[in-house]
């Protein structure tokens, strides 16, 4: 717990964090806190409704592992932001839900570089496809505040700056390509307990940190 202090006070100004809480129970998010943390990550709905229930109210909820569509419904009246973008048809829900909740949720659309298979996530070639769909049809109970990705789980420095630069060119493309006006796309989540330091040399604005808080 000694190491959450640090931590935060080590990351720029500029950069926002997300507070990995799955599997930790509650007296141990309640000291996260009390250090002043109140954007906590969770990767399953069902933990995720426990802890709101359970947790104080002005915490802001992230969701950041996959979601099925089916479990949409039971997070849209609070969550604060949906990491985990990866299909059209997720989205879509997201939106309807969003409606019958009078909400509009912000949300990440989850791209693929990772080498590894058991990544989710949208391909970097399905981009153009997906994004001018759910631009054009005026999907208003969602905004796309931006994009979340992983590098591969590796020793290899090299490799995890390739990923983490190749995230932050589709984060600019996509920006420059279609949210040119718009300030409310300016979310790049990328980096974990891990690589967040190589996360933020190569732009990420937003790091997801577990493990390493709670040493
Ligand atoms: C668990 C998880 C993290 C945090 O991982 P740590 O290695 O514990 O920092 C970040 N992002 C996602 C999507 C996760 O599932």
Redesign the pocket.
């Known amino acids: 717990m000694l190491r959450a202090k640090e931590i935060i006070e080590s990351l720029p100004k500029d950069v926002s964090l997300v507070a ?1 809480t ?1 599997t930790r129970p509650n007296e141990v998010i309640t000291k996260l806190y009390d250090l002043g943390i109140r954007t906590m ?1 969770e ?1 399953r709905v069902q933990e995720l409704l426990d802890k709101y229930e359970q947790l104080p109210k002005d915490i802001h909820w992230h969701l ?2 996959h979601l099925q569509r089916n479990k949409v419904k039971y997070i849209a009246p609070f969550v604060s932001m949906i ?2 973008v990866d299909s059209l048809r997720l989205a879509k829900e997201i939106h309807k839900e969003a409606i019958k909740n009078d909400r509009c949720i912000p949300i990440l659309l989850q791209l693929k570089v990772a080498k590894e298979d058991s990544k989710f996530g949208i391909s970097p070639k399905d981009i153009d496809e997906l994004i001018p769909e759910l631009l054009n049809e005026s999907y208003t109970g969602i905004q796309i505040r931006g994009i979340m990705g ?1 590098a591969t789980l590796s020793h290899d420095h090299n490799q995890i700056h390739e990923e983490f630069k190749e995230l932050k060119k589709l984060y600019d493309y996509i920006k420059d390509t279609y949210f040119l006006d718009e300030a409310t796309f300016d979310t790049l989540s990328m980096g ?3 690589d967040y330091s190589i996360a933020i040399e190569e732009g990420s604005n937003m790091v ?5 808080l709670y040493r």
């Open positions: 990995v799955k990550g990767n950041i592992g990491h985990s992983m974990m307990s891990s997801r940190i577990g493990s390493a």
